[in-house]
């Protein structure tokens, strides 16, 4: 029988060879300013949710369902995010690497797992979005958050994974949370006018 602590201990193994495969691979562009920089600014963009503040301002510029909407899919996301990432992270504990990169961002005091970054940006990135393109370009940014947090050393790339792996799974479960308290805000398809089938209607709109 294998003793208690083997499956912990395998996995702790697993994670530390995941970690240093990946962060091999994002050695050879630390310390390009280029590089340095825009991983920077897309880590401070997603900084207290400050880039998710601005799209929700923007997707409710005009009264209505799509105000009422992005107001409740960003407080939702955003109060989620923060109850689960202390939570995860009161229990995990573990250490942050040991020597961030030398840019200018905000230097993390909390623990390393999950990265909150990460796990903020793709919840808010599944719940936010109207459409499926919307929903395209908020997770590609949320995965340029990810990069972000690995490149700068901020976090070990294992907690990255396990923060957009909860951050998705939050946000899937938050959609229809935020459907119900924000009603009436799916668009409705304009009827044909009379004589005109829907074929007829759409080639007439093309």
Do not use: C
């Given at each position: 029988?294998?003793?208690?602590?083997?499956?912990?201990?395998?996995?702790?193994?697993?994670?530390?060879?995941?970690?240093?495969?990946?962060?091999?691979?994002?050695?050879?562009?630390?310390?390009?300013?280029?590089?340095?920089?825009?991983?920077?600014?897309?880590?401070?963009?997603?900084?207290?949710?400050?880039?998710?503040?601005?799209?929700?301002?923007v997707?409710?510029?005009?009264?209505?369902?799509g105000?009422?909407?992005?107001?409740v899919?960003?407080?939702?996301?955003g109060?989620?995010?923060?109850?689960?990432?202390?939570?995860?992270?009161?229990?995990?504990e573990?250490?942050?690497?040991?020597?961030?990169?030398?840019?200018?961002?905000?230097?993390?005091?909390?623990?390393?797992?999950?990265?909150?970054?990460?796990?903020?940006?793709?919840?808010?990135?599944?719940?936010?979005?109207?459409?499926?393109?919307?929903?395209?370009?908020?997770?590609?940014?949320?995965?340029?958050?990810?990069?972000s947090?690995?490149?700068?050393?901020?976090?070990?790339?294992?907690d990255v994974?396990?923060?957009?792996?909860?951050?998705?799974?939050?946000?899937?479960?938050?959609?229809?949370?935020?459907?119900v308290?924000?009603?009436?805000?799916?668009?409705?398809?304009?009827?044909?006018?009379?004589?005109?089938?829907?074929?007829?209607?759409?080639l007439?709109?093309?």
């Amino acid at each position: 029988m294998p003793p208690k602590g083997g499956a912990v201990t395998r996995l702790d193994e697993s994670m530390a060879r995941l970690d240093k495969t990946v962060d091999a691979a994002f050695e050879p562009w630390r310390g390009r300013p280029q590089v340095d920089r825009a991983a920077a600014l897309v880590s401070n963009l997603a900084d207290y949710g400050f880039v998710w503040v601005v799209l929700a301002v923007v997707k409710g510029r005009r009264r209505g369902p799509g105000r009422r909407r992005a107001v409740v899919a960003l407080g939702t996301a955003g109060f989620s995010s923060l109850a689960v990432v202390r939570a995860a992270k009161s229990v995990v504990e573990r250490q942050r690497p040991e020597e961030q990169l030398e840019v200018r961002v905000r230097t993390p005091t909390s623990n390393s797992f999950p990265s909150g970054h990460t796990l903020a940006a793709f919840a808010t990135a599944v719940v936010l979005p109207d459409t499926a393109a919307e929903m395209a370009a908020y997770v590609g940014f949320a995965g340029a958050v990810a990069a972000s947090r690995v490149h700068l050393r901020a976090h070990h790339p294992s907690d990255v994974l396990g923060g957009a792996a909860i951050g998705a799974t939050l946000g899937l479960l938050l959609r229809p949370v935020v459907t119900v308290l924000a009603p009436g805000t799916r668009r409705r398809p304009r009827r044909a006018p009379k004589g005109m089938g829907p074929q007829g209607y759409v080639l007439k709109r093309l």
